[in-house]
C-alpha cells in the first residue's frame, strides 16, 4: 500500500492508454496489469468526425480505476495550464501528470517550464504528478513548488531503454525518503520495472512497453509480477555488492584439510 | 465576424456564446473542454461568455495518452 495525499494506492503499476491495438486489448491490458491509475489525454476533436475521444472516454469512464490526466504536447507553462484547466473539466479530476517538454528529439522536459507550471497549478488546487528528469535540484525545486509526488524518467519517452542512469535515480530516492517517487518514461522490460522497484521506488508508469507487445495483456500480467516482486525484494531488504568473494559454504569442515581442534574433539 | 475553432477558420454571426457555438457545431452530449485564446473557459461560464472577433477557440475531447 502506498499513498498519494489522502489517497491509498495498492498496485505500484501505473499505465498508459496510448497506441493500443484494439479497444479490447487495452482493457484486457488493464485488468491484467492490476493497475488502479491510467493515464488519459485531451486532443482536439470535430463533432462531425468520428468521435474517436468519445468512444475512448466511453471505453474507460466506467472501470474500476482513476485517471491521471496529461499535458503531453504542451510546450510552454502557459500551455501545459491552460491544457490541466481544460483536463479538470474534462476529467472531473484535480490529478494532472506535468509536462512541458523542452525538447522534440528527446521529449526531455524542460525543467523551467515545468517548474513554472507547477507552481501554479499548485495553487490552483491540482496534485501535480510532474514529469521530470531525474536531476536532484530540479526534483527539489519541484517539491518547493508543492509537488507531493515525483515522477522522474528512467529513459526518454518511448526508447525503452530502461534504467540509463540508475545511480541518479538511487540518489533521489535517498534523499526524499518520504516522497512518492514514480520512475515513468523509458521502461521497456519486465526487468527495468523490477529494477526501478528495486532501488525502493514506489511505482512505475509505462505504456509503450506493454501497448507494443505481441500480446499486451500478457505483458501487462508479466509487469504486474515484475513490479510485485521488485518490491517485495526491496522491503526483503537487499544485501550490499561486494567487490570480493565470500564464500556462502561454511570453510569449517572441508575435506583435505588439516582437522582443526574444533572437528578433533 | 472571423474565428478560429481547432485550427480553422470558422465565420460566426455576432454575440454568440460559446455554448451556442458549441451547439452549432453539433458537440452536443459530448464530453469536450473549451480554451479561448490559450485560457480555459469552465464549463459552467461556457453560457456567459461571448466569441469575440478573431477568437481563437479549441475544443478537446478526452483520448488516449501515455
Redesign the interface.
Known amino acids: 500500500m502506498w499513498s498519494i495525499g489522502d489517497i491509498k494506492i495498492n498496485s505500484r503499476l501505473l499505465l498508459?492508454?496510448?497506441?493500443?491495438p484494439s479497444p479490447l486489448s487495452?482493457q484486457q491490458s488493464i485488468a491484467r496489469s492490476g493497475t488502479e491509475i491510467i493515464?488519459?489525454?485531451?486532443?482536439?476533436?470535430?463533432?462531425?468526425g468520428p468521435?474517436?475521444?468519445?468512444r475512448?472516454?466511453e471505453q474507460i469512464k466506467d472501470l474500476p480505476v482513476r485517471v491521471l490526466?496529461?499535458t503531453?504536447g504542451c510546450y510552454s507553462a502557459?500551455?501545459a495550464v491552460?491544457?490541466a484547466?481544460?483536463?479538470r473539466?474534462?476529467?472531473a479530476t484535480n490529478w494532472i501528470k506535468l509536462e512541458v517538454i523542452g525538447d522534440d528529439y528527446t521529449l526531455q522536459p524542460d525543467p523551467f517550464g515545468l517548474v513554472e507550471a507547477a507552481k501554479q497549478l499548485v495553487k490552483d488546487g491540482f496534485e501535480v504528478f510532474p514529469y521530470t528528469t531525474d536531476d536532484l535540484i530540479v526534483a527539489q525545486r519541484l517539491l518547493d513548488a508543492g509537488c507531493r509526488v515525483l515522477m522522474p524518467w528512467a529513459a526518454p519517452?518511448?526508447s525503452g531503454m530502461g534504467l540509463t542512469n540508475p545511480r541518479a535515480l538511487e540518489l533521489l530516492r535517498s534523499r526524499f525518503p518520504q516522497v512518492p517517487l514514480i520512475v515513468d518514461a523509458g521502461i521497456g522490460r519486465p526487468s527495468h520495472a523490477m529494477a526501478a522497484m528495486e532501488l525502493g521506488y514506489d511505482a512505475v508508469l509505462l505504456?509503450?512497453a506493454v501497448s507494443s507487445a505481441d500480446d499486451p495483456p500478457a505483458m501487462a500480467a508479466a509487469f504486474a509480477a515484475a513490479v510485485a516482486f521488485g518490491r517485495q525484494g526491496f522491503e526483503a531488504g537487499l544485501m550490499e555488492p561486494r567487490s570480493f568473494a565470500v564464500a556462502s559454504t561454511p570453510m569449517i569442515g572441508r575435506a583435505f584439510t588439516p582437522a582443526t581442534n574444533a572437528e578433533g574433539q | 465576424m472571423q474565428i478560429q475553432v481547432n485550427g480553422q477558420p470558422h465565420q460566426v454571426t455576432a454575440t454568440v456564446s460559446l455554448q451556442q457555438l458549441l451547439l452549432d457545431l453539433g458537440y452536443q452530449n459530448l464530453l469536450v473542454a473549451v480554451a479561448v485564446n490559450k485560457r480555459c473557459v469552465h464549463r459552467g461560464d461556457l453560457a456567459a461568455t461571448t466569441v469575440e472577433a478573431g477568437d481563437q477557440i479549441e475544443i478537446l475531447a478526452p483520448m488516449a495518452g501515455g
Open positions: 498508459g492508454t496510448s497506441r493500443f487495452l493515464t488519459v489525454s485531451l486532443r482536439r476533436e470535430s463533432a462531425m468521435r474517436d475521444g468519445q475512448f472516454w490526466p496529461n503531453a502557459q500551455e491552460t491544457t484547466h481544460m483536463a473539466d474534462l476529467f519517452i518511448g505504456n509503450t
